[in-house]
């Protein structure tokens, strides 16, 4: 944590009571999606929540999705945080070219005049 953010948002492997009162002491927002127990499923309320969260957090996501998919990075393959840093800081850097690729192709050069 940095100290400046606002909410967790992440999936029900994190819902605890124990995370819920650590971000409670932080002010932070609970984003974190509830998770169903055997004999005590989801209500209708905790499964719109989940919805709700799950739109946000699939932004944070994808990036990744698109790591493992497109470049190979499911697992770490360097020993050492500095290498896989560097190996990872490539693949988005490819990533955001590939996105811009593909916008280009599909909206072409916008006008020179557009930018203002």
Not at 2 to 25: F, I, M, N, T, V
Not at 54 to 79: C, D, I, N, S
Request: hydrophobic content about 35%.
């Amino acid at each position: 944590m940095l100290g400046d953010e606002s909410a967790l948002y992440a999936d029900a492997a994190y819902s605890s009571q124990q995370a819920r009162d650590k971000l409670a002491k932080f002010g932070m927002a609970d984003q974190v999606q509830r998770k169903g127990y055997r004999g005590k499923p989801l209500s209708k309320q905790e499964q719109a929540r989940n919805k709700a969260i799950a739109v946000t957090q699939a932004g944070g996501e994808r990036p990744f999705a698109t790591y493992k998919r497109h470049y190979g990075l499911a697992r770490t393959r360097f020993m050492g945080l500095g290498k896989n840093a560097t190996v990872y800081g490539l693949a988005a850097m490819a990533a955001n070219i590939r996105k811009g690729a593909k916008c280009l192709t599909l909206y072409g050069i916008p006008e020179p005049s557009y930018a203002g």
